[in-house]
Nanobody, 127 residues
């Protein structure tokens, strides 16, 4: 069985931090990419950050560069998204997703629609 499950959402004040976790089941990090996506009310879903391959290659959308960090724990089948300096516009439902990593790499994954999705976790940033 192959699936992903997020945890760690919640509320934070502007400038604060949260860490999201993605439990990954049935996928191998060497051949699959794991990514974080989000969707705010009234907006399209957007790719935030993806990681994949044996080297753990990463990709970040411009709007999170320098604030968010993706990492993975190979031994425990987890992928994390550390979110610092949160802004109100970061408020959204955050999803973890997984798919076979194509030769185009993690940037392509973050720009596309992965096959396997979690149920999402709410992140709210407000003062």
């Amino acid at each position: 069985q192959m699936y992903v499950a997020e945890s760690g959402g919640g509320s934070a004040r502007p400038g604060g931090s949260l860490r999201l976790s993605c439990n990954v089941f049935g996928f191998t990090f060497e051949s699959h990419g794991i990514g974080w996506f989000r969707q705010a009310p009234g907006k399209e879903r957007e790719g935030i950050s993806c990681i994949g391959g044996s080297a753990g290659t990463t990709y970040y959308a411009d709007f999170v560069k320098g604030r968010f960090t993706i990492s993975r724990d190979n031994a425990n089948n987890k992928v994390y998204l550390q979110m610092n300096n949160l802004k109100p516009e970061d408020t959204a439902v955050y999803y973890c997703a997984a798919d076979v990593l194509s030769p185009l790499g993690v940037q392509a994954m973050c720009s596309g629609v992965p096959e396997h999705w979690g149920h999402g976790t709410q992140v709210t940033v407000s003062s």
